[in-house]
């Protein structure tokens, strides 16, 4: 069954340093999210992305965000000058149309 | 706004008990509703889903939920439970609002399952 997959499984950075969380969608797949799960927290929506643009995004995806289809596989976020309070899992997820399918995520420490 | 209540942040049954979950949601008009499971370093993996008809639904791995318009609940159930079933169960639930719209998540339920 295809996947979503995330890479790097685990991301650590120093703050202030920018990084950039790389997905690789289900290849049919039109419509492209990211969410985020810090520690012990609930998993929260930060943006989602049709058509080359951004849908939706919450107040979390503030300008030190953004997210970007490079190539008709890849799927990318950046997060400009990490904060601290980046510190989380990420995940990927895509849909064609319902459900939304979830990558295994990357877990991004920020020192 | 939409939103997700799970009232029980963790639930331990003994293998071979059954099990209940419990989800309540707000929304303002029929959801899509979603129950997705996380074991220990891995990604979301979705159980079921409910757009629309038959109230009960069935999802792999053996759990089933009903969804009660009434009581604004989606809970999930399963018979008897394995000790694989030991995992972070969290309810969601997406608008009808366009294929892209974002999913709302509860905080989860971590099941604890004793041998």
């Known amino acids: 069954e295809p996947e979503v997959t995330q890479t790097p499984s685990h991301q650590v950075t120093q703050m202030g340093q920018e990084v950039i969380l790389r997905c690789v969608p289900i290849?049919?797949?039109?419509?492209f999210y990211w969410y985020r799960q810090i520690l012990g927290q609930k998993v929260e929506f930060l943006v989602s992305?049709?058509?080359?643009?951004?849908?939706?995004k919450s107040e979390i995806f503030d300008d030190q965000f953004s997210v970007e289809r490079p190539d008709g596989s890849n799927f990318t976020l950046k997060i400009r000058s990490t904060k601290l309070e980046d510190s989380a899992m990420y995940f990927c997820?895509?849909?064609?149309?319902?459900?939304?399918?979830f990558g295994d995520g990357t877990r991004l420490s920020i020192l | 706004a939409q939103s997700v209540t799970q009232p029980d942040i963790h639930i331990t049954v003994s293998e071979g008990a059954s099990l209940e979950l419990r989800c309540n949601y707000s929304?303002?008009?029929?959801?899509?509703l979603f129950w997705y499971v996380q074991s220990p370093g891995q990604g979301l993996q979705l159980l079921l889903k409910?757009?629309?008809?038959?109230?009960l639904v069935q999802g792999i791995k053996g759990f089933e939920a009903e969804f009660k318009r009434s009581q604004s609940s989606f809970n999930l159930r399963k018979p008897s439970v394995h000790w694989s079933d030991a995992a972070e169960y969290f309810c969601?639930?997406?608008?009808?609002?366009?294929?892209?719209?974002?999913?709302?998540f509860g905080t989860g339920t971590r099941l604890q399952v004793t041998l």
């Open positions: 992305f049709y058509n080359n643009e951004i849908s939706e």
């Open positions: 969601a639930v997406g608008s009808l609002g366009g294929t892209a719209s974002k999913l709302t």
């Open positions: 929304y303002g008009a029929t959801p899509y």
């Open positions: 409910y757009f629309s008809g038959d109230t």
């Open positions: 997820a895509s849909t064609l149309e319902r459900p939304q399918h």
């Open positions: 290849s049919n797949h039109l419509y």
